[in-house]
T-cell receptor
Framework: AQRVTQPEKLLSVFKGAPVELKCNYS??????LFWYVQYSRQRLQLLLR??SRESIKGFTADLNKGETSFHLKKPFAQEEDSAMYYC????????????FGTGTRLQVFP | EADIYQTPRYLVIGTGKKITLECSQT?????MYWYQQDPGMELHLIHY???????EKGDLSSESTVSRIRTEHFPLTLESARPSHTSQYLC????????????FGPGTRLTVL
């Protein structure tokens, strides 16, 4: 079965520390991968998608097909990065359906 | 303003009641989705629609039903609510063509006593 694994439920770091939120997926094809974020009392929203190869709010994510991973990274965490982060692959170009991981709560302490 | 609306935001109801969770979008999107999320768990797709009169069941089996009579409206109905239906329900929509992100509504938190 297609699965998405985010092994850490909670990741706590101090401001200025590097951050890596892990995401592994099990799928034999070439998925399209997204990271969604939910800040406190806000809606779930798109953070970035791998195909864009862009940096959003200092975050980047590289698709590693060999390791089937799509880890989210930021070199210097900020307090405003504290939120829930969900990895979500889209498993087919014929559908917009996403499979969401369980999410990782990032806490950035001052 | 283009947005996705969900009502009610919170609902506490007794077992056996029929409920309808409303979702409307003014984004001009064709595709709409319903997700169910228990606390600390992943979002599970329970229904989706690619357009008017098109509805499909998602990856997680659900006793709820949906309808899509108008493009902007995608209500979810539970004929007889049970405590096992207690959860958060998120509605989302996405546009046509290309790599379309899903835009999410604020969610409805349902508690069935």
């Amino acid at each position: 079965a297609q699965r998405v694994t985010q092994p850490e439920k909670l990741l706590s770091v101090f401001k200025g520390a590097p951050v890596e939120l892990k995401c592994n997926y099990s799928y034999s094809g070439s998925p399209e991968l997204f990271w969604y974020v939910q800040y406190s009392r806000q809606r779930l929203q798109l953070l970035l998608r791998h195909i864009s190869r862009e940096s959003i709010k200092g975050f980047t994510a590289d698709l590693n097909k060999g390791e089937t991973s799509f880890h989210l990274k930021k070199p210097f965490a900020q307090e405003e990065d504290s939120a829930m982060y969900y990895c979500a692959p889209r498993l087919s170009y014929n559908t917009d359906k996403l499979i969401f991981g369980t999410g990782t709560r990032l806490q950035v302490f001052p | 303003e283009a947005d996705i609306y969900q009502t009610p935001r919170y609902l506490v109801i007794g077992t056996g009641k029929k409920i309808t969770l409303e979702c409307s979008q003014t984004m001009g999107h064709d595709k709409m989705y319903w997700y169910q999320q228990d606390p600390g768990m992943e979002l599970h797709l329970i229904h989706y629609s690619y357009g008017v009169n098109s509805t499909e069941k998602g990856d997680l089996s659900s006793e709820s039903t949906v309808s899509r009579i108008r493009t902007e409206h995608f209500p979810l109905t539970l004929e007889s609510a049970r405590p096992s239906h207690t959860s958060q329900y998120l509605c989302a929509s996405s546009g046509t063509g290309g790599l379309n992100e899903q835009f999410f509504g604020p969610g409805t938190r349902l508690t069935v006593l």
